[in-house]
């Protein structure tokens, strides 16, 4: 299995700044990519930011380009994203995102999904 564990989570005022970090474990044999999706009350969930492992390729929804920053740490499987002049409208659940390759129950998965169990954000205006 894989697990994927997030933190850094919160309630912060607009214009303020968080750091969300995911860490991967688990029967890891490669991680393709990992990134950060958010749902809103009454919304689809939708991409916020990705990045690869291998180059380090990154990708960003509009709406985040320049306020928030993902970077990642392969030795320890873990990825983060920083968050700055957060805005009331980041107001969401961030779920953490892996695709990643694993061999568990005698299954090798590759590039298989993997999510996290989310962290609530709360931007106050």
């Known amino acids: 299995q894989v697990q994927l564990v997030e933190s850094g989570g919160g309630l912060v005022q607009a214009g303020g700044s968080l750091r969300l970090s995911c860490a991967a474990s688990?029967?890891?044999?490669?991680?393709?990519?990992m990134g950060w999706y958010r749902q809103a009350p009454g919304n689809e969930r939708e991409l916020v930011a990705t990045?690869?492992?291998?180059?380090?390729?990154?990708n960003y929804a509009p709406s985040v380009e320049g306020r928030f920053t993902i970077s990642r740490d392969n030795a320890k499987n873990t990825a983060f994203l920083q968050m700055n002049s957060l805005k009331p409208e980041d107001t969401a659940v961030y779920y953490c995102n892996a695709v990643a390759s694993a061999y568990y129950s005698g299954t090798y998965y590759s590039d298989y999904d993997y999510w996290g169990q989310g962290t609530q954000v709360t931007v106050s205006s």
């Open positions: 990045i690869t492992f291998g180059g380090g390729t990154t």
């Open positions: 688990g029967s890891i044999s490669s991680i393709n990519a």
